[in-house]
């Protein structure tokens, strides 16, 4: 298995990518805490990835919170292997003209304060261990700015992507590595917050959420020699964000 006896966190762990990508990494040997914040859906996500995956409920704006799971995350098992930084959100009211200062708040502080929330409780654990995998699931509104995405969501995924890279220039001296996988359109439960509807017909087109967790794997399982600092993956057919 690629992953044997690895241990991991993941993020937005209940639902969709985050889902996919707990559910691979434990067909892969992985010992996985997924945190989210709809416990019922995180306590199924689980239950259909294994037996070694875990729920840990939380949201990833409760820095207190996210202290907590990891400091349990290594008392169990002694050390941390990959953060997988996946959850996200985004609103109905994108344009700088209906955006509301409490949905700016709100996006930012899930996408991109949620991020650094994690990386600052698994770094002193991973600088001790002298290894560790950081990998963002960020999205290509991330690598331009995107009247798809909204002004908030590409200005936090951007934030989210820099935030990683730093990551991969500060920490490599301590055996750390880190990577932006930047998705295009993805058929997840973030689309029910698209203003206009997205029919199915236009979903089945989309990137799947078992797409997100083979690239995510794919980062996770290279020799710690390598790095890649951004992947961005998309479905056939879409060009640049828009």
Known sequence: ????DKVVIVTGGGSGAGAAIVASFVAE?????????????????????GVHARAAAGDVTDRVRMQQIVDA????????????NNAGINIADRTLEKLTPGDWDRVMDINATGAYNTIHAVLPHMRTQQ????????????????????VAYSAAKHAMSVLTKMVDLEEAKHGIRACVVSPGE??????DQRPVKVTDERKARMLQPEDIAHAV????????????????????GQGSVT
Do not use: W, Y
């Open 29 to 49: 040997g992985a010992h996985v805490t997924a945190i989210g914040r709809d416990e019922k859906k995180l306590a199924t996500a689980c239950a259909e990835a």
């Open 186 to 191: 993805i058929n997840t439960p973030i689309l």
């Open 217 to 236: 794997m794919f980062v996770a399982t290279l020799p710690s020699r390598v790095v890649i600092e951004e992947m961005i993956i998309k479905p056939r």
């Open 73 to 84: 995350t290594v008392d169990e098992f002694g050390r941390i292997d990959i953060l997988v």
């Open 131 to 150: 290894d560790g995998v950081v990998i963002a699931v960020s999205s290509m509104a991330g690598c331009a700015p995107s009247v798809l995405g909204g």
């Open 1 to 4: 298995m690629k992953l044997q």
